[in-house]
């Protein structure tokens, strides 16, 4: 059974400082998903991962999948309040098509 | 339609009522799926839809859970005698395979 694990939970962080967030997945898949959920709001979709390797950037937001590792990252530059949130990783099951979610992180960047 | 739709956004129901939640999904989405979120808590979990055909049901909590999707486009979600452990959020998503799933707002469902 596919399971997702994120560290960490929860991230209190300066503005303007970096850091990464993990996402550990436990069987092969080559598609991962990131999206940020804002309080009480629905989910929106960051990035989309579909091969080993991928790297994708938006902002201060960059997104990495290593499939051999089973391992995702999502780092982010210079942090701003705007990015305070809870981020959630997804992984696609290969057998099922189905989406798995990560526990969330957290995120409170404080100014 | 331009993204999913949930209907209602909020429903308040009495211990042991029935009630259903609805999904509309992105036009020519071929995939649905159903989740449930707790207060401050990750994504779980319900059912899965291809086409009309649910080939992954794992995730329903108990036999007081159904869905059905009709057309390969709407889907229900039913809740039978609900139970205060009922009460969560319901986020419906779409997707093309090979896709990022799109997210409904969700139906908050309050069990008193």
């Known amino acids: 059974e596919l399971k997702v694990e994120q560290n960490p939970l929860f991230l209190s962080m300066q503005e303007g400082k970096n850091y990464t967030i993990y996402c550990n997945y436990s069987t092969t898949s080559d598609r991962l998903y990131w999206y940020r959920q804002d309080p009480g709001k629905s989910l929106e979709s960051l990035f989309v991962l579909l091969s080993n390797g991928a790297v994708k950037q938006e902002g201060r937001l960059m997104a990495s999948l290593d499939t051999k590792a089973r391992l995702s990252t999502l780092h982010i530059t210079a942090a701003v309040h705007d990015l305070s949130a809870t981020y959630f990783c997804a992984v696609e099951d290969a057998g099922t098509y189905k989406y798995i979610f990560g526990t969330g992180t957290r995120l409170k960047v404080l100014a | 339609g331009a993204g999913v739709s949930q209907s209602p956004s909020n429903k308040v129901t009495e211990k042991g009522k029935d009630v259903e939640l609805r999904c509309d999904p992105i036009?020519?989405?071929?995939?649905l799926y159903w989740y449930r979120q707790s207060l401050g808590q990750g994504l779980e979990f319900l059912i899965y839809?291809?086409?009309?055909?649910?080939?992954?049901k794992s995730g329903l909590p108990s036999d007081r859970f159904s869905a059905e999707r009709t057309g390969g486009s709407v889907s229900t979600l039913t809740i039978q005698r609900t139970q205060q452990e009922d009460s969560a959020v319901y986020l419906c998503?779409?997707?093309?395979?090979?896709?990022?799933?799109?997210f409904g707002q969700g139906t908050r469902l309050t069990v008193v």
């Open positions: 839809f291809q086409g009309n055909s649910a080939p992954d």
């Open positions: 998503a779409s997707s093309q395979l090979y896709t990022e799933a799109f």
């Open positions: 036009s020519g989405h071929t995939a």
